[in-house]
């Protein structure tokens, strides 16, 4: 399993980002994906999950309705569309299945 995200920087609050995360090494259409992140000083936290068949989706209380969640099978890249972004969303955000994750990408919100 490789997983390696991109997409992160610095944005403005209210501003936004598309994360991406290229996978390999397993068949990625029947996988379960998940976005999870970790903010300074604080634990990981479970952020969005996409389930294989692609139509199911699941979002924290702190995202939901501002980030988005997606995958492009026939890419095998993992996505997080995030939008209307606030400073307590800054964090290293990293994508992750079955507990692998990649390297991650900061994501900075400040004016």
């Known amino acids: 399993v490789q997983l390696v995200e991109s997409g992160g920087g610095l944005v403005q609050p209210g501003g936004s980002l598309r994360l991406s995360c290229a996978a390999s090494?397993?068949?990625?259409?029947?996988?379960?994906m998940s976005w999870v992140r970790q903010a300074p000083g604080k634990g990981l936290e479970w952020v969005s999950s996409i389930i294989s068949d692609s139509s199911t989706t699941y979002y924290s209380d702190s995202v939901k309705g501002r980030f988005t969640i997606s995958r492009d099978i026939a890419k095998n890249t993992l996505y997080l569309q995030m939008n209307s972004l606030k400073s307590e969303d800054t964090a290293v955000y990293y994508c992750?299945?079955?507990?692998?994750r990649g390297q991650g990408t900061q994501v900075t919100v400040s004016s």
């Open positions: 992750q299945k079955d507990g692998v």
């Open positions: 090494g397993f068949t990625f259409r029947s996988a379960d």
